[in-house]
């Protein structure tokens, strides 16, 4: 049986570098992590850690305002904006009967369209502008960036998950230009004699096609968040799917004669749709708004 707790580390300079061979080698080495373990470490990846050790910076600034103000922009429809204390809960999980209300507070950011793009315009779901708080300048430049440098590394990293998958490189470039992504930055306030069915955040699996969450404690698989350390403790997590238009199906090599796909093909705002409308407790008085 292969050590849960011991994460593989698979160095992307090799293969950022355009080494002969390198794609292949991350992506046996991504296959292993991801048929064994489920998690995995990347190093070299090119997202310099003045950067995120900045955006942590703000996202702390920006939790640290009080809790009137951070209303200002509360979570809407689009899955932009401040989710207050207990504003979700995990319903949808597969791993655990979750019944509580999670026990943090994340700010949420997409990409960061402007007022006059066609899809902001015309109010398309999920396509809307970021809401941003008034009055904490140098908040909205960091994560932005962030999120670009973010959006070029996974747009490399989804070629090693085509070969990982015995598909061409370019498999998912097509799906990967203008996708769509959620940055969750949340606060986990301390909770150190907290119920064994509370937490920070409930156990659970990504709904995403891939995260990218910025170095802090090690997680399981089927992972969690119970802040016992006393202080205050961030998370920056990168939620990266296809573009809003792209079907999500199966992909060839992982379906065949007596290998049917597990799910029907469906399409990012229709599962989002669906996911919001049951996880999301600052709905519950908007159900109708939040499902249309």
């Known amino acids: 049986m292969p050590d849960a707790n011991a994460i593989p580390v698979i160095d992307l300079g090799p293969y950022l570098a355009g080494e002969p061979g390198a794609l292949d080698r991350a992506a046996a080495a991504l ?17 310099p850690a003045a950067l995120v050790h900045e955006v942590y910076r703000q996202v702390a600034r920006f939790h640290a305002r009080p809790l009137d103000e951070k209303l200002r922009i509360k979570l809407d429809k689009h899955n932009v904006g401040y989710l207050p204390m207990m504003g979700d809960t995990l319903r949808t999980s597969v791993v655990a009967d979750v019944t509580k209300p999670n026990m943090s507070e994340p700010f949420f950011m997409a990409r960061d369209l402007a007022s006059d793009h066609p899809d902001v315009v ?13 009055g904490l300048p140098g908040f909205r ?45 949340t606060h986990y306030p301390s909770q150190p004699k907290a119920p064994d069915d ?27 968040a119970v802040n016992r350390t006393g202080g205050e403790r961030y998370a920056l997590a990168f939620f990266c799917d296809a573009q809003i238009d792209w079907p999500i199906a199966a992909v ?13 093909t469906t399409y990012y705002t229709d599962y989002m749709i669906r996911y919001q409308a049951r996880t999301y407790n600052v709905f519950d008085d908007h159900a109708k708004d939040a499902a249309e």
């Open 252 to 264: 060839p090599t992982c379906i065949g004669p007596g290998r049917p796909p597990r799910y029907e």
């Open 141 to 185: 430049e960091p994560l932005v960036a962030y999120c670009d440098a973010l959006e070029r590394l996974v747009q490399r990293l989804v070629r090693v998950y085509a070969r990982a998958l015995d598909l061409p490189a370019t498999y998912f470039d097509g799906p990967f230009i203008d996708f769509q992504y959620k940055l969750r930055a």
């Open 122 to 134: 015309s109010g398309r779901r999920f396509r809307s502008a970021n809401q941003w708080p008034e």
């Open 198 to 224: 509370e937490f920070g955040i409930a156990p659970h699996t990504d709904t995403s096609f891939l995260t990218l969450l910025a170095p802090n404690d090690v997680l399981a698989t089927a992972h969690r």
């Open 31 to 47: 296959s292993h992590a991801l048929t064994e373990i489920g998690f995995y470490m990347i190093v070299n990846h090119r997202v």
